[in-house]
């Protein structure tokens, strides 16, 4: 629905009060359905890193050039724990020669919106899995997966 989807992107922002520049750190925890009930550690920061036109390209506005905000959440998951829960995932699915010598999940999202309302206008999602996998008798691999999304709003 346009509420869930609305709390997913800037839900995390409403009713708080952000000094340009300066980032807010959050410690949180994070659950993956592929790792069963456990809860990980995750870092959080959010910042609201300045002013822009509410839409790219557009002619700016006499009144108001820059009426929107450009807010950053970061998000990272990637304790031992994580890490060890992720191998015993993985044996668990391949065989148990194989082993996640490190795992991380960034997870990146920008959005432009609407100082007063929230509204977006543009939402870019960033999303990187990490990986260290070593098999029996052969050397670490690395592994990343990065997804990406940007979504314009027209109103």
């Not at 044996?91 to 999940?105: W, Y």
């Not at 432009?112 to 050397?139: M, Q």
């Amino acid at each position: 629905s346009l509420q869930d989807e609305w709390n997913n992107v800037v839900g995390n922002w409403a009713g708080g009060s952000y000094v340009p520049g300066e980032t807010y750190e959050m410690h949180l925890s994070y659950q993956s359905p592929l790792l069963g009930e456990r809860s990980f550690p995750m870092v959080v920061t959010q910042q609201l890193a300045g002013r822009e036109p509410c839409r790219r390209g557009a002619a700016p506005n006499s009144a108001a050039p820059n009426s929107c905000v450009r807010l950053l959440q970061t998000s990272r998951v990637g304790d031992p724990a994580f890490t060890r829960a992720t191998s015993a995932f993985v044996r668990k699915t391949v065989g148990g020669e194989v082993s996640v010598d490190q795992a991380e999940v960034v997870k990146t999202v920008e959005v432009i919106a609407d100082p007063e309302t929230l509204l977006p206008y543009r939402t870019a999602v960033k999303e990187t899995k990490t990986f260290v996998v070593s098999a029996k008798g052969e050397a670490p691999r690395s592994s990343v997966e990065t997804r990406e999304t940007v979504t314009t709003y027209a109103y």
